[in-house]
């Protein structure tokens, strides 16, 4: 049986939202990302795939507008971009979800929810937020997303590692964002919470978002992901397409490959000898 080859992900000839060609970061002589390519289309999930050191924090931070990338280029449904901040990435549509959420545990959903977006009501000293329509917007767009909240008064605190990661992707589904990157959202998860997810991920999928899902789990990425980009030590090492890829091949690829098989080789035990000289019992 002959394993797939690396294969780049066919032209489908649409314009993707988010588009980087042989881009770099260097930090002075540290090469941080080389020579990295990446397509990001509506409706699917591209997953960046690599160990700690690989460069996928790097990429992240150049998608969402924390660096600035050195080579290459960086198109935003095909207009070249070079973002300053993490808010011009979100008013150009893309949202991030790092795995350290950026909420407050003492708060209740709908109140983390709208966080630093706030709608209001009324004018000049009458001006006060609008905690009707936080409390029902949240609950209605958790719906929409298949997330069905006892009780969003409750602080977001209380809720699973899983349920908070869902919470952020509601709420940046309804922010409009074109583009959802998300930072390793199963890896401090159980089997059942990754589960979780991993629907709501693909929920945003179907909702017609292009989806950056970074990962070192070759498996979560497979159940859900279209595209697939390989990083080892900053360099794209692989990058297929679903339907050029089986998962024992990327499985393999993740883990080193022959490296591994090097390695398999170097702790295999010697073989004990059948006669060691001992008396005859």
Known sequence: MTTPKSTEPADT????????????KYYGNIRALEGVSLEVHAGEISCVL???GAGKSTLIKIIAGLHRHDAGTFLIE???ADLSSPREALDRGIATVYQDLAVVPLMPVWRNFFLGSEPTRGKGPLKRLDVDKMRETTRS?????GIDLRDVDQPIGTLSGGE???V????AVYFGAKVLVLDEPTAALGVKQSGVVLKY?????DAGLGVVLITHNPHHAYLVGDRFILL??????????????TLDELTRQMAGGSELEDLRHELERAPVPTHLGGHDQ
């Open 13 to 24: 000839g649409r314009t993707p939202l988010v588009e980087l060609d042989d881009v770099s």
């Open 50 to 52: 690599g160990d700690n």
């Open 78 to 80: 095909g207009e070249e």
């Open 141 to 145: 767009e958790l719906l929409r997303m």
């Open 164 to 166: 908070r990661q869902c």
């Open 168 to 171: 952020a992707i509601a709420r």
């Open 201 to 205: 991920v693909a929920a945003a999928r």
């Open 232 to 245: 080892k030590r900053g360099v794209m090492s692989a990058s297929h397409t679903k339907d050029s890829v």
